[in-house]
């Protein structure tokens, strides 16, 4: 069965030679009693001409259906002139077959597979049938793609003093992150494992073990609703360092991710990236994580309605509110429905609705006007240079919502402008950003606590120690993410390592419990006692990258097998059901009213 070539190798230094080839039947052409086959393999196509004298094989031929499997013999030749295929490498040659070996029949496609056809074939039909999507070369290229940068960025952290270490999957439940994949263990009856949302803690005892320089690429697992970005299993490149600080870290990152994009897409990507404050990228973007390839930045315009008589924004800023606005230009054309959605979406994030001013024909536009002095609107023409054309939208509340609704508007305002054709956003412009000095703490109302912000094991900026008892807001966590046109690619921090410090912040900053500290973190705190060195680490996604790396917008692309957005894999029916026995064995018993309902 051994092939002496690949279906994208034959070249014209190969005429007259003997060779074989095996894979999928592309298409079959029958030109006047000569057949043509375009014979595919994981490389490439080859075209294998089947003559009449050659008896029982050009019957075989005339049977052939598309993506049937055979193996072909025969000799090399020149296409004659006006033949050859300028399109494929091997399109100055041919096969004049003298044999061939069918070795299975395909039966009636579901769907075609060629890409422009089988875009427009429902995503779940050909996710049922994945293993014929992923025939199509498209598919092929983007796995192509995704091992081209793991092999990458491998080779960059190996050549860096790194050791890849494995570690489990199956680990503890700590409740406190994203909701956990739970599996029950049939030897410990009553008790479960959950599925390692990060090796987080794992990766920490590494550094504890003296491994010092350590990565793997991991898999993860959140039971979370998901989107075009997310699957509740996924890959990320997982970090971590001993004797590390900070600048230590952008450095390791951005020499790795310029040598990926340089090794996958032949671009240099300057270094060193940008870096930007949490709070600046709230100001100016409304997120942490900010597309930062077009303008349109939000304005804070709260000195300017100090003394407003509008009392709608005259409250908010009393009240310790704030006011702010983004200018959309050139979007005065926006309809209706448009702008309905956008007060929607503004709606779901905590609006009471979403104020605007239109500047159309030479005058302005807008339910609000007439509670705005002539102060007022003259301070706004300046501040947010308003031209005609142009459509302003404002946000009167906290800090943080404020920032939150206009950001998302800024977003979407760009997505409508950039339909119009009047803003334009080249694919391949990689604007990378480190987004830095996050607030360690955030104050949860329903809980009534603070809570991390990232993780608890970030260590907190060392002059901000002082404030963790006094005013846990104030003080600033060692947290970098690193951005890439409005996508978190991943982040990191530098972590506590003195048992001491993380005690405090688990009992007297986050106020868990006693006996849930000792339960999900005693282990890691009687670690730390035995000469734990100063670490740091990081964690990228992998599945993201590779999405941007390809300009596919949905994640489910680069993966081999993905779950829908209900989780489900349709290819192999999972989940499932299981039987009796397999619950009993694990002391389970189902609720099949709940499951019912």
């Known amino acids: 069965m051994k092939r002496t070539n690949t279906c994208n190798e034959l070249t014209a230094d190969f005429a007259g030679k003997e060779i074989s080839l095996i894979g999928w039947v592309e298409s079959v052409r029958d030109h006047g009693g000569v057949i043509f086959v375009d014979l595919r393999d994981r490389e ?37 002139e006006g033949t050859k295929n300028p399109n494929l490498k091997t399109g100055d040659i041919e096969v004049n077959c003298s044999d061939m070996i069918v070795h299975n029949v395909c039966d009636v496609l579901p769907f075609p597979l060629e890409d422009e056809r089988a875009d427009k074939v429902n995503e779940d039909l050909r996710l049922q049938y994945r293993y014929l999507d992923l025939r199509r070369p498209r598919n092929l290229n983007l796995l192509r793609t995704r091992h081209k940068a793991a092999v990458s960025i491998r080779d960059y952290l190996n050549s860096n003093g790194f050791i890849e270490v494995e570690t489990p999957i199956l680990f503890k439940s700590t409740p406190e992150g994203a909701r956990e994949f739970l599996v029950p263990s049939r030897t410990n009856p009553g008790n ?5 949302q990060s090796p987080q803690q794992y990766k920490q005892m590494l550094m504890v073990a003296g491994i010092e320089r350590y990565y793997q690429m991991a898999k993860c697992f959140r039971d979370e609703d998901l989107r075009a970005d997310r699957q509740p299993e996924f890959t990320q490149i997982d970090i971590e360092l001993s004797f590390v600080e900070r600048e230590d870290m952008y450095a390791l990152i951005e020499n790795m991710l310029k040598k990926t994009w340089k090794d996958v897409l032949g671009i240099d990507i300057p270094t060193p990236f940008p870096r930007m404050q949490y709070v600046d990228a709230m100001n100016r973007y409304g997120v942490d994580k900010p597309d930062t390839r077009f303008e349109m930045e939000l304005t804070d315009l709260t000195n300017v309605f100090q003394k407003s008589q509008f009392k709608v924004f005259a409250s908010v800023i009393q009240n310790g509110g704030v006011i702010k606005a983004v200018n959309a230009k050139g979007l005065a054309d926006i309809t209706q429905g448009e ?12 609006a009471k609705g ?9 005058a302005w536009k807008s339910p609000i006007l007439k509670f705005l002095s002539d102060e007022e609107q003259a301070a706004l023409k300046e501040k947010l240079n308003i031209e005609d054309g142009d459509i302003v939208f404002f946000a009167a509340t906290d800090w943080e919502h404020a920032c939150a609704i206009l950001g998302r508007v800024r977003l979407d305002c760009a997505k409508l402008l950039q339909a119009r054709g009047r803003l334009d956003i080249p694919w391949d412009k990689f604007n990378f950003l480190w987004v830095i000095e996050f607030p360690l703490m955030i104050y949860d109302e329903e809980e009534g606590r603070y809570v991390s912000a990232h993780h608890p094991f970030t260590s907190p900026v060392e ?45 007297d900053v986050l106020k868990i419990p006693e006996d ?14 035995y000469g734990a060195p100063p670490h740091g680490g990081i964690a990228l996604g992998f599945d993201r990258l590779v ?13 081999a097998f993905p779950k829908t957005q209900k989780g489900q894999d349709l290819m192999a029916q999972s989940p499932s059901p299981v039987t009796e026995k397999q619950l009993k064995d694990l002391h389970i018993k189902l609720d099949e009213t709940e499951i019912a309902e």
Do not use: C, W
């Open 44 to 80: 490439g196509i080859t075209q294998v001409v089947f003559h009449p004298e050659l008896g029982a094989t050009y019957e075989k031929a005339q049977k052939l259906k598309d993506e049937s499997v055979i193996q072909i013999f025969g000799k090399v030749a020149m296409r004659e």
């Open 192 to 196: 479960f494992y959950a599925l390692n």
């Open 339 to 350: 702008l309905k959605s956008l007060e929607d979406i503004a709606k779901t994030l905590g």
């Open 354 to 362: 979403l104020a605007f001013i239109k500047a159309e024909n030479g």
């Open 463 to 507: 002059e901000d120690v002082q404030y963790l008892d006094s005013d846990p807001k104030r003080v600033r966590g060692q947290h970098y993410d690193i951005v890439l046109n409005g996508t978190e690619l991943g982040g990191g921090s530098i972590r506590i390592h003195q048992p001491e410090v993380q005690e405090k912040v688990f009992r």
């Open 516 to 529: 849930v500290i000792q339960s999900r973190f005693g282990y890691m705190l009687k670690a730390f006692k």
């Open 547 to 559: 999405t941007i790396l390809t300009n596919r917008a949905s994640i489910r692309d680069i993966i």
